[in-house]
């Protein structure tokens, strides 16, 4: 069945620091992908999406590109700050009601 | 400013006793689930719902969860009776389904079960 993996946390980085968050998907067909972030204490939040290959996702300086050939969604930042401080979900959707999310990767970002 | 509503944020109980979680989905969303979120499990899908409909409760331990619709506004997570393994966060989410894809949660309610 369809799956998400995402790289093992905790990432850590110092203030300004460049960001990479590894995800890789394994789907039938052309499923839309999906980072969400979750801050602490709260719920889930869309982060950026793309739903066909080569889109590129953007929001609050994160990037992600679709990569079909590699089926890959790996998220990216050029300067990472403290407030960016939380866990992060890679998740895709294959044309049914259900995302299905990766374990979760927790970025902790220091001054 | 849209939102899915949880109440309550917080519930402390005692093992044994009834506990209920409350949902407000978005106006309009069709999809309706329910996460729980502990550090050794992650994200789990306990149920969800489409058009105040049971679709899939598999992730749901039977004997004691149940979760409903009662109206478009309103899904209830109910666990009764209440053990201290049953701590953790949960979370409700709704979406347009396959219209967008992707859902919008709420922040959660954290139980502790003592």
């Known amino acids: 069945g369809d799956s998400v993996t995402q790289m093992e946390g905790p990432v850590t980085l110092s203030e300004e620091a460049f960001l990479t968050i590894n995800c890789t998907y394994t789907?039938?067909?052309?499923?839309?992908l999906f980072w969400y972030v979750q801050y602490p204490g709260e719920g889930l939040q869309l982060l950026l999406k793309a739903t066909k290959a080569d889109d590129k996702g953007s929001n609050k300086g994160f990037e992600a590109t679709y990569r079909k050939e590699t089926t890959s969604f790996h998220l990216e930042k050029g300067s990472v700050q403290v407030s960016d401080s939380a866990v992060y979900f890679c998740a895709l959707n294959n044309n049914t009601d259900k995302l299905i999310f990766g374990t979760g990767t927790r970025l902790q970002v220091f001054p | 400013d849209a939102r899915v509503t949880q109440t309550p944020r917080h519930k402390v109980t005692e093992m044994g006793q009834e506990v209920t979680m409350r949902c407000q989905p978005i106006?309009?969303?069709?999809?309706v689930f329910w996460y729980r979120q502990t550090m050794m499990q992650g994200l789990e899908l306990l149920a969800y719902?489409?058009?105040?409909?049971?679709?899939?409760d598999s992730g749901m331990p039977k004997d004691r969860f149940s979760a409903e619709m009662p109206d478009a506004t309103l899904a209830t997570l109910k666990i009764q009776p209440s053990e201290p393994r049953d701590s953790a966060v949960y979370f409700c989410?709704?979406?347009?389904?396959?219209?967008?894809?992707?859902?919008?949660f709420g922040e959660g309610s954290r139980l502790t079960v003592l």
């Open positions: 789907a039938t067909g052309y499923p839309s």
């Open positions: 719902f489409r058009n105040r409909a049971p679709l899939d």
């Open positions: 989410a709704s979406g347009l389904g396959t219209i967008t894809g992707e859902l919008f």
């Open positions: 106006l309009g969303h069709n999809t």
